[in-house]
Each structure stands twice: as C-alpha cells, then as structure tokens.
C-alpha cells in the first residue's frame, strides 16, 4: 500500500495541473462509490442483525380446516393482500396433521398464523418479538393491516390505530416555537 501512495505521490510534480485535476475527479469518483458500497453492505449486515428464527409447531385434527404461517404483503397491482405462505413439514396419522417449520422474521413484517389458538395477524416488533394484533375475521383490524402494508406506514402508528399502544400526542421538538 505504502509503495503504491510513494508511486502516486512521485508523479505529481510530473503531471500539469489539468492532469491533477482529472486525478482528483477520479479519485472523488471513488471514494464516493467506495462509501456508496460500504452503506449498502451496512445495510446488508443490519437488516441480517435484525432477522430471527422462529420455530413453530402445530397440530390439528382432520376435520379442522389446516393451519398455517403466512406472511402478509400489499399487492399493488390488485390491490389486495397477498399471502406467502411458509412450508411445513408434515406428519399424519390417523385423526391428525402435525405441522412443523422454521422461518425468519423481520421487524415491520405481518403474519397470518392460523393454529391451535385460532386465526390471528401478528405484527412482528423492532425486537423480532410477535406481537397479536388481533383476530384476522375481525374487519377493524384486517382494514388497520391492508393500510399499514399498502401505505407502508409506521408499526407504531398501526398499534395505534388498533389501540394496542397509546398515541404519543407530543409535538416534534423540530416543530415547536422556541
């Protein structure tokens, strides 16, 4: 490294100033693409940090409709939700179906789980915990989850507007009168 910069730095008195200014946009050039990388990679290793594994475990009886772990997005083009639903591994015997998977979450992702507790949207928390939001017949929520996905709204203002979280009525301190 030392000797490529001792090369670099002999040229210099050669080179006309026209020449070292070319050198300078270049090397602008790459330093900015270098720094563009870098935060892409940061990014990368951030959303990887926020991922978890989740190991889910159901059973249900052959006359039950099938459980499932779905994750919810917002179809743009027809303008419904979408569901994607996760594999299983699946065992049988004669009255029942055992289903048994591992998925990563991430936070700000929706859920559909239907299970042995019923059929509910989980809202997965900045710290990759499942939060219920709430049964997934109920239209209230289902209307609360389309917007939050379609609009791509803040998790906070979705448990705000279900009522799971309190609504923070402060004004930003950017937007007071001093």
Known sequence: MKEKVDKILNLLPTLSEDEIKKVLTEIKVIIKNRKKKIEELEILVD???????IH????YDRHEKPHFVAK???DNKSQSLE????????SYDQYETYLMCDYYI???EIYDIRSEDGRFFYLISSDCEMM???????AEVLNAVKTYLKYKHSPEQLL???GIKESSNEIPEELRDD
């Open 72 to 74: 919810l997005t917002y």
């Open 47 to 53: 959303q990887c940090a926020e991922r978890k594994k």
């Open 106 to 108: 991430s936070p700000g």
């Open 160 to 162: 705000e507007v279900l």
């Open 83 to 90: 569901r994607i639903f996760i594999d299983f591994d699946k």
């Open 132 to 138: 219920k939001l709430g049964s997934s017949k109920c």
């Open 56 to 59: 889910f475990q159901t059973r």
